[in-house]
């Protein structure tokens, strides 16, 4: 069991910059892909970007490649989604998810992410 909890969210101008972390509870951390996911108003939830278990690869939807990154660090059960130059269309909620556990492959389906936390919106304005 994984529990996760988002933070770092909030309001921007257009061109700005954000840092969202996700935070894990439990020792398995380390074994699974994490996934971050975003859902627009009116919009079905879509793919942002994954990163293996083990780091070292990463995996980015066309919409944020060059402008977001993400990280883990395993020792702090954390995974990171820097997110820069902003644009008013990266509105949304912001979800973390954790995926398979020590598969090779990158995820891009939110039907393999098991764990899910609670979301954190991000707000760009013009």
């Known amino acids: 069991q994984v529990q996760l909890v988002e933070s770092g969210g909030g309001s921007v101008q257009a061109g700005g910059s954000l840092r969202l972390s996700c935070a894990a509870s439990?020792?398995?951390?380390?074994?699974?892909?994490m996934g971050w996911f975003r859902q627009a108003p009116g919009k079905e939830r879509e793919f942002v970007t994954t990163?293996?278990?083990?780091?070292?690869?990463?995996y980015y939807a066309d919409s944020v490649k060059g402008r977001f990154t993400i990280s883990r660090d395993n020792a702090k059960n954390t995974v990171y989604l820097q997110m820069n130059s902003l644009k008013p269309e990266d509105t949304a909620v912001y979800y973390c998810?954790?995926?398979?556990?020590?598969?090779?492959?990158?995820?891009?389906?939110?039907?393999?992410?098991?764990?899910w936390g609670q979301g954190t919106q991000v707000t760009v304005s013009s």
């Open positions: 998810a954790a995926g398979p556990q020590r598969k090779y492959y990158l995820s891009t389906s939110s039907d393999e992410y098991d764990y």
């Open positions: 439990g020792r398995t951390f380390s074994t699974y892909a």
């Open positions: 990163i293996r278990w083990s780091g070292g690869s990463t």
